[in-house]
């Protein structure tokens, strides 16, 4: 789609909004790419089909922002307004002004061609409950925070009503929080074999079976100068996430030497979350339980994605429903595990009755959460490449819609959500919970309430500053090979991490 970005009388850096342009281009149109030609655009409005003009008016009391849409030969305008007094404010704070009114614009637009609003609205991004936590943390109602996402972001009242919850959430998790605490993600780069929709850094354990040992090996050193340096910065770790990649494709006397040098290591006595995902249940087995119940693991993820034997051959793995209640089954006799399992809405072959059947089955095990997932095909999955037949965004709509009211009924709640590109009909991904199991983890990482340090394979640190909500990501090698070629150099730049922690 071409895209111009216009002024009658305003002097604005247009190049600053190309990305809000193609944010909301990305979730009104998928897979359009955008063109920023370089002549005027048109005049005749019936010359272009793909196209979409931005026009920023100043006038005495109102500013006009108006994105006309051309497509399909036929033109639609949305239009939002603001106190012209706005354009006068400090940089930053108009950047934000202009950047929300090109998306609103551009929204309104939009939903005059299709004929219909989007779940989101004009939201973009990855974490919808941004504002509406903001907002209760400044003071407002959850009821006035439902109606800024519905009136200013057209946000759906259904979604709406589903972030203020999840926001809720983020604000006691918030509060729970001490400044000295930190969470720490470890990253194992293992699976047993690769999920078609899967992006992550992962590697085939039977390719790469030789580099498991001296992954272990440098994970450990790791782990002990991260340990380092969090004694000298005076931190500690509140919550443990140990994910990949699938961790439990490590023997039981690997994930023992790993969990071993968690506790010799690093500072944990105010641990109050300690995850390992066990999604696989093809890497289920008593030792391994053993293993993790002895280090005082205390929740643990068995993902199966879906319980249709078909489905489950269509994603590319090994196994069947009966193995994954089977694998279940192991993980509550092995401790006093709180469990969470995911399911994925939209997979192949899969259908609205069949994915409501998958949840009840996973309901009726009774784990603590259940995460539901939106199918997102992304870059570097053998389904992006591949894709085969998928279900309809209207069919993924009353799957989420099914399981939303479903999980209500059965005493769980929502607690946070995210969002991806490239999703099924543009949804979300939604954690629920029994009451008083909401991760921890999972809200502080997704809402970025504090630093989370991130060790092992393609793992991503991400260091907070409380005061100014600053960010800065800190990046591990993304493979196995290159984890270990780096390993000292990663060591060093850990433990010199010391002094930037402890100023945070």
Known sequence: MKIWLTSDNV????????????????????GEKPEYPDYDPPTDLGSEDNAVVFTLHRGKKLTNMSALLLRGYRWHNGVVRFASEKLDEPEEQLYHTLQRSVKQAFYAAGRSFLGQDLPWGSL???????????????????????KELEKTYYVSPARSALAVDCAGESVKAKESLKPDEISLYIGIPFCPSRCVYCSFISAAVDKCLPLVPPFVEGLCREIAATGAALKKAGKEVRTLYMGGGTPTTL????????????????PLDRLSEFTVEAGRPDTIDGDKMAVLAKHKVDRVSVNPQSMNDLVLEKMGRPHTARDICRAYDQVRSAGTFA???????????????????????????????????TLALKK???????????????????????AWATLRERGYRPYYLYRQKYMSGSFENIGWAKPGYASLYNIAMMEELHTILALGGGAVSKL?????GKLERLSNPKYPQEYLRDIDKLCREKEALGETLARL
């Open 11 to 30: 002097d604005w850096d247009t190049s600053r909004y190309h990305y809000a342009a193609e944010q909301m281009l990305f979730t009104l149109f998928p």
């Open 124 to 146: 973009t991004g990855v974490r919808p409950t941004k504002l509406p936590t903001r907002a209760l943390w400044g003071g407002a109602t959850p009821a006035q925070a439902k």
């Open 251 to 266: 023997s039981a006397e690997q994930l023992d030497a790993v969990l071993t040098a968690v506790w010799e290591h690093l």
């Open 339 to 373: 469990v969470n399992m995911d399911l994925i809405a939209g997979l192949p072959g899969d259908s609205v009755e069949g994915f409501a059947q998958s949840l009840e089955q996973v309901m009726d095990l009774e784990p603590e959460n259940i995460t539901v997932h």
């Open 380 to 402: 570097g999955s053998a389904l992006m490449e591949h894709p085969e037949e998928l279900p309809t965004d209207g069919d993924v709509a009353q799957m989420l819609d099914g």
């Open 464 to 468: 907070v500053d409380p005061a100014t």
